[in-house]
């Protein structure tokens, strides 16, 4: 949680849309809010009002939910109460984690929309939906165990978990409209410019509108958790952390004033306030895993309590490890650490 919060700005304080309805954030710009079945408990969507080429008024949709009744449930009730009686012209989406693209094939299907997304991200969702990929499996658990994580009941528990994805995402839309950095997508009566961050997935969108003053921000900048940035099985060399970083910090370019819209959280003021803390908090627990591998060689897994202070469970203990070894790597890579590949198998780290 981050202890410095008091010092952005939430216009709508603790106001927050019931599920099912939508509270306006900006002119053509709705809020609404969908549950999730983890401690991260909910995920924000938004509706802007839009225009289609053939002329039709309607809406455009960014980002999901997951698959499950009560998501479509709660998006019938917008469909019957929020439309103003218009349809939904397209599906945008950030990125490829479940809680954003889930319903993303069935929103496009009973709308008859097509699925807006970057192209990585597109081809990253159809293959987990149709493989256990970097959530879940054998591959997954000998990823972790090679990074310390001895727990034979969490291996076991990572091993098993083979349908993780694909049971959030049983389906990616078959077809695609591919936004990229630096497009600008005309939206209603207002152009949306596209900026792509790299490190919490794939090639991730966030969408900023200069004339509204608002960033669609999905999961890069959030105000009060800081943004899982994890490496996982498929890439197993990969070094996140210096991506994000930089990714962020282009959106310094963005005025102070706009008005951010996370994907987790409320909508607040204080996007540079909010780099500088994400940015000190990475720097910090550097320094944290500087000073632990300089007392001992450390894995991903024996950095657990210095990174996280707080008891985690099976889902976050899988993130904890992922951002445990992105912190890692990216002191690796940049050459402040050594990697040791010792004789169990597991990686330790220590001063180069
Ligand atoms: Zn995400």
């Known amino acids: 949680m981050n202890a410095l919060e008091h010092q952005l700005q939430y216009p709508f304080g603790d106001t927050l849309p019931p599920v099912g309805t939508t ?65 939904v012209l397209r599906v945008i989406v950030t990125h490829m984690h479940p809680d954003h693209i889930g319903l993303a094939h069935w929103l496009t299907e009973r709308w008859n929309a097509r699925l807006w997304i970057s192209a990585t991200d597109w081809n990253a969702a159809r293959l987990a939906s149709q493989a256990t990929t970097g959530f879940g499996g054998a591959s997954s658990a000998a990823f972790m165990a090679s990074h310390g994580l001895t727990d034979p009941e969490a291996i076991e528990k990572i091993k098993g978990r083979t349908n ?27 152009d949306w410019q596209l900026h792509a961050g790299y490190g919490h997935a794939p090639e991730h969108i966030s969408l900023h509108c200069p004339t509204l003053r608002v960033l669609i921000s999905g999961d890069m900048v959030l105000p009060r958790i800081s943004t899982n940035v994890s490496v996982i099985d498929i890439e197993p060399e990969a070094n996140p952390l210096p991506l994000y970083l930089s990714s962020i910090e282009r959106m310094r370019a963005l005025p102070a004033d706009t008005l951010v819209l996370p994907s987790h959280g409320k909508p607040f003021r204080g996007l540079h306030e909010r780099i500088d803390q994400l940015q000190a908090h990475h720097d910090e627990r550097f320094a944290d895993v500087l000073a632990a591998c300089a007392k001992e060689p450390q894995t991903a897994a024996s950095l657990l309590p210095v990174l996280f202070r707080r008891p985690l469970d099976l889902h976050q203990t899988t993130f904890a490890m992922g951002e445990s070894i992105a912190h890692l790597h990216a002191l690796w890579l940049g050459g402040k650490l050594k990697r040791r590949a010792d004789n169990d198998g597991v990686f330790r780290f220590v001063p180069a």
């Open 23 to 87: 509270m306006e954030v900006a002119p053509g710009v709705r809020w609404l809010r969908m549950a999730l079945p983890f401690a991260l408990d909910h995920i924000n969507l938004w509706l802007l009002r839009d225009h289609d080429d053939r002329g039709r008024d309607g809406w455009a949709i960014v980002d999901c939910g997951i698959t499950n009744d009560a998501t479509r449930a709660a998006w019938e009730q917008v469909f019957a109460n929020e439309l103003q009686g218009l349809p």
């Open 164 to 190: 993780y994805y694909a049971s959030m995402v049983p389906q990616v839309p078959a077809k695609f409209r591919r936004l990229m950095a630096g497009d600008t997508l005309r939206i209603g009566g207002h």
